[in-house]
């Protein structure tokens, strides 16, 4: 599981790549890149805020989805409720 604690006050987003070396925001320089993969490995830096917020997006739905599976398991409207659930986390 993933501690997001480890990223509190992280620079915020969004960064963007320069295309050459570098990773920035409007105001900060996050970091230089000059493996052979620079290129892919900017962009992967780059989309680390808006990731990091997927993932917690969707952790909170899994939590969700399992909190309705425990407590209807039953339930006739269960999965139009786990839908829904999915549909909210994918479009915030």
Known sequence: MIDYSKFEGHTPGPW????IFSVDTKDVRVCY???NNRSANGELIAAAP????????????IAEIRILI???????????????????ALNP
């Open 70 to 88: 425990d407590t209807f398991p039953d339930s006739p409207t269960l999965a139009e409720s786990i839908d829904q659930i999915c549909y909210n």
């Open 33 to 35: 890149t000059h493996h």
């Open 16 to 19: 963007k790549w320069d295309g």
């Open 50 to 61: 808006d990731l990091l917020e997927e993932n917690k997006r969707l952790r909170t739905a």
